[in-house]
């Protein structure tokens, strides 16, 4: 929704900049034009500057995006993200997320394959990382801190995995009341994943 939002915002102060005449108002649209490229910049099409080194196609990242939209709507998440596993420069790239902020979305841009976050972990080892209530269960402290600076009570950090068994992403949802993981989640995911790997085959080759 902040998507559609940023981009009917960002055609209407367009619009409005070719009528304009008064420098005062042409400064302001060319000052509100500037934010929402800038807000858009942090919501859409992340892949061509967090991972340009993947070379995946405008046509194909905007499918992963619609693709992984519905999948947070079909499992009831508040925010949730793709990172794709980086294996030249051992690291995770943040390739598509919903309701993240700024400083979460340049945190996540790029983040070591070391790094102490259940999402990295989550790549090392090809299993899930599920907190379904960070304030009950076990949870990593940079997660946990994470999370409750956001609002958010539940993690379901799940890996993309090709038909090698090899982890190529993390798709991440977040939920903002404590939620359990269970097979009907697990199906929904794994349906939407065969999609993401058909999307990304340089992706998956590295």
């Given at each position: 929704m902040r998507r559609f939002i940023a981009r009917q915002n960002l055609q209407r102060f367009e619009d409005l900049l070719r009528f304009e005449t008064n420098p005062a108002g042409r400064e302001q649209l060319t000052r509100l034009i500037e934010e929402t490229r800038t807000e858009l910049r942090y919501l859409e099409r992340i892949w061509p500057w967090s991972w340009p080194e993947?070379?995946?196609p405008d046509a194909v990242g905007d499918v992963l995006e619609e693709t992984l939209d519905d999948l947070l709507d079909r499992l009831g998440?508040?925010?949730g993200s793709l990172q794709g596993v980086d294996r030249a420069g051992a690291a995770l790239r943040l390739l598509w997320h919903?309701?993240?902020?700024?400083?979460?979305?340049?945190?996540?841009?790029?983040?070591p394959a070391n790094d102490p976050s259940g999402w990295a972990s989550a790549a090392s080892d090809g299993s899930p990382f599920i907190v379904e209530d960070v304030e009950a269960g076990p949870c990593p402290p940079a997660a946990r801190d994470w999370a409750r600076a956001r609002g958010?009570?539940?993690?379901?950090?799940?890996?993309?995995t090709d038909g090698r068994g090899l982890t190529v992403g993390i798709f991440s949802a977040h939920f903002r009341a404590p939620r359990s993981y269970g097979e009907h989640e697990g199906r929904l995911a794994r349906t939407a994943f065969g999609t993401v790997i058909a999307l990304l085959p340089r992706h998956r080759a590295a």
């Open positions: 993947a070379g995946i998440a508040d925010l919903r309701g993240f902020d700024a400083e979460t979305v340049s945190r996540l841009e790029k983040v958010i009570r539940s993690i379901h950090s799940l890996p993309v």
